[in-house]
């Protein structure tokens, strides 16, 4: 199993996820990640059509190769596009280059090669297979095998899968020997869901867990969450605005964040080897790192769980599996 930092760069919004970045905030983001002694970061052709690993790649050039852990994603290849419009999947970038599905093992082993041209390095350390939810059958024949044949050969160092999906996670790791799987947005605050399946199957495999999206796509980064804050990147249903306000209320009173019971929760459970934070500048690098860095006082936890404001599987930093 490859050894994961803690916490890592989630490096989707610097390929102008949602909004534009512009290319010194995206370099000095990455330095102010490494500054604070951030040595993960995930990237995929995905982000801005090639934009993330590119700046990545710039930002990581002059760093020792071997202080950092890179990871980036497979399943999409990058080909022209008309260059007349915008990205039509979220980013703010034109439309000069568009995506095509591929889990083939040739494709799979042209976008590795593509990647390193975009990062400008020799190698990356953990390839995935991204988003396959409706390329099941591809992926199993072809980018699995193919990722680890070149696993077996050196070229990257580890293999697994990046979904939002838990359980077609659960059928890969029971098939393949994969080092890592990462899963955004199943285990929070306010849903739990992965530790109901996935997290008991990666640890009988032996295979790392990564956690991406622990503020719920927004609601949880807030200390008062706002009524238009958004919940798996659209607006939150009311009856979880309201629960994560009383958590916010619970907090305050034990004198700590939201933001701060969720990335402590997250980190909580020992089936999780890292986490994922997405950042777009350095004074979010910064507010991350302090959030990491605060001691949650352990009275909050008792106080959610008799409120019954956290979900079935969640743990609590200092509980243990029951």
Not at 3 to 29: C, K
Not at 30 to 50: F, K, L, M, Q, S
Not at 278 to 284: D, Y
Request: with cysteine; charged share 25%.
């Amino acid at each position: 199993m490859i050894d994961l930092p803690a916490w890592g760069l989630g490096a989707a919004a610097l390929g102008n996820l949602f909004s534009s970045v512009p290319d010194e905030t995206a370099r000095a983001t990455v330095d102010a990640c490494w500054e604070a002694g951030v040595r993960y970061v995930d990237t995929a052709p995905h982000y801005g059509v090639g934009l993330s690993e590119e700046r990545v790649g710039a930002a990581l050039r002059e760093r020792p190769r071997g202080e950092f852990v890179l990871q980036t994603k497979v399943g999409r290849l990058l080909v022209p596009g008309p260059g007349t419009g915008r990205d039509t999947e979220g980013f703010d970038v034109p439309d000069r280059r568009v995506r095509v599905w591929d889990f083939s093992a040739t494709g799979v082993r042209r976008s590795v090669e593509e990647s390193l041209q975009r990062l400008g390095l020799d190698r990356v350390d953990v390839a995935l297979v991204h988003d396959p939810d409706d390329h099941l059958d591809d992926a199993r024949a072809g980018a699995f095998p193919e990722l680890l044949r070149m696993r077996e050969e050196g070229l990257v160092r580890a293999v697994g899968a990046g979904m939002n999906e838990t359980a077609p996670l659960i059928g890969f790791v029971e098939e393949f020997d994969l080092d890592v799987v990462l899963v955004a947005g199943r285990y929070h605050l306010l849903d739990a869901s992965a530790a109901d399946g996935l997290f008991p199957a990666a640890q009988r495999a032996g295979t790392a867990v990564v956690l991406g999206g622990v503020f719920a796509s927004g609601l949880l980064a807030h200390a008062e969450p706002p009524a238009d804050a958004t919940y798996r990147y659209a607006q939150t249903p009311p009856d979880l605005l309201d629960r994560a306000r009383r958590t916010a209320a619970l907090a305050r009173e034990h004198g700590t964040t939201l933001p701060a019971l969720a990335v402590h929760a997250a980190r909580a459970h020992p089936a999780v080897a890292s986490v994922l934070l997405g950042m777009r500048s350095p004074q979010e690098v910064r507010h991350n790192a302090a959030l990491l860095a605060q001691e949650v006082p352990g009275t909050v936890w008792a106080a959610l769980r008799s409120a019954d404001l956290l979900p079935a599987g969640l743990l609590a930093p200092g509980e243990g599996p029951s």
